[in-house]
């Protein structure tokens, strides 16, 4: 059982190029989340999904863009990278809403931003 | 602005002491609930306190939570080495939305 699985997990790009994270989760769960970490700053979550076909924004949405196409994969995209994306990205789940339980990670894609 | 706030933002101690953690937040909420990652790996759920709790226990950990001073606490017992992380506190906020917020962490350190 893979649970939450990231890819790539190690990225550069220069300013302007886009890229595309992959999140797969094989645990069935409704709900989807990308979180970035900064150093000082915890996580803050960028877009969120509850279910196939729907997305939701969060607190730091802005350059960038997710789909859930498929229950179970998330992708986040950045269509113009800059500089101040450089970031871990955290791919999380859960089985329902977060006021029922824990959230499940993957192990997370450092991206750096030239 | 962050929901949560961890604090100390980082500790040390010895094997075989006590580590206590605290967690403020600044709205109402339905759950609290406390996250570990080791250095470069993701987060993993360690506990999970509603809001009409007062106190839970997981083998050494016990947490508290406080509504009215809004502020919850971890403590670790008998730490080990192998406790070395960074600890977050993830609150949910009340009113219909489905996100978890973190705070910014407090670094544990255990020496041997």
């Known amino acids: 059982n893979a649970g939450v699985t990231q890819t790539p997990k190690f990225r550069v790009l220069k300013t302007g190029q886009s890229m595309t994270l992959l999140c797969a989760q094989d645990?069935?769960?409704?709900?989807m989340y990308w979180y970035r970490q900064d150093p000082g700053m915890g996580l803050r979550l960028i877009h969120y999904s509850v279910g196939e076909g729907t997305t939701a924004k969060g607190e730091v949405p802005d350059g960038y863009n997710v789909s859930r196409l498929k229950k179970q994969n998330f992708l986040l995209g950045l269509e113009s990278a800059a500089p101040s994306q450089t970031s871990v990205y955290f791919c999380?789940?859960?089985?329902?809403?977060?006021?029922?339980?824990?959230?499940?990670f993957g192990e997370g894609s450092r991206l750096t931003v030239l | 602005s962050q929901q949560g706030e961890e604090d100390p933002q980082a500790l040390s101690i010895q094997e075989g002491e006590n580590a206590t953690m605290n967690c403020s937040y600044k709205t109402s909420i339905n759950n609290l609930q406390w996250y570990r990652q080791n250095s470069g790996r993701g987060l993993v759920h360690l506990i999970l306190i509603r809001s009409n709790e007062r106190e839970k226990h997981s083998g050494r950990l016990r947490v508290t939570l406080d509504t009215s001073k809004k502020s919850s606490s971890l403590l670790i017992t008998a730490s080990r080495a192998a406790d070395t992380a960074s600890y977050f506190c993830a609150t949910d906020v009340s009113g219909g939305y489905n996100k978890l917020i973190f705070g910014a962490g407090t670094r544990l350190a255990v020496h041997p």
């Open positions: 999380a789940s859960s089985p329902g809403r977060v006021i029922a339980g824990e959230l499940f």
């Open positions: 645990m069935n769960h409704e709900y």
